[in-house]
Nanobody, 120 residues
Framework: QARLMESGGGSVQAGGSLRLSCAAPGFPSDACAMSWYRQAAGEQREWVST???????AYVEAVKGRFTVSKDGAKDTVYLQMNSLKPEDTAMYFC??????????????WGQGTQVTVSS
């Protein structure tokens, strides 16, 4: 079965950096987009970033210029490099496909996520 394994979270001070990984064995990244989402305590889940099959990227306005999404097709892994972190970035971070067709759809579920905590 398809697996989504988020990792790389932790506790950092404001201004610090973290690199999140989304390991998805067998993920057909040449055909499927992968997105990052986050959910802060007591708040709704929020879309953060997407990397499309063709490598194009998009970001929510709040993280533009600070976060970079990338992928390594050989490793079936998508990354989210987070720089200049702010306390408002504190949330549980998840990855999930945003292509809801064919084999991509196997990666359309919520995993356990990885916690990011940013202190001031």
């Amino acid at each position: 079965q398809a697996r989504l394994m988020e990792s790389g979270g932790g506790s950092v001070q404001a201004g610090g950096s973290l690199r999140l990984s989304c390991a998805a064995p067998g993920f057909p990244s040449d055909a499927c987009a992968m997105s990052w989402y986050r959910q802060a305590a007591g708040e709704q889940r929020e879309w953060v970033s997407t990397i499309a099959a063709d490598g194009s990227t998009a970001y929510v306005e709040a993280v533009k210029g600070r976060f970079t999404v990338s992928k390594d097709g050989a490793k079936d892994t998508v990354y989210l490099q987070m720089n200049s972190l702010k306390p408002e970035d504190t949330a549980m971070y998840f990855c999930k496909t945003s292509t809801l067709r064919g084999q991509c759809s196997a990666y359309n579920y919520w995993g356990q996520g990885t916690q990011v905590t940013v202190s001031s």
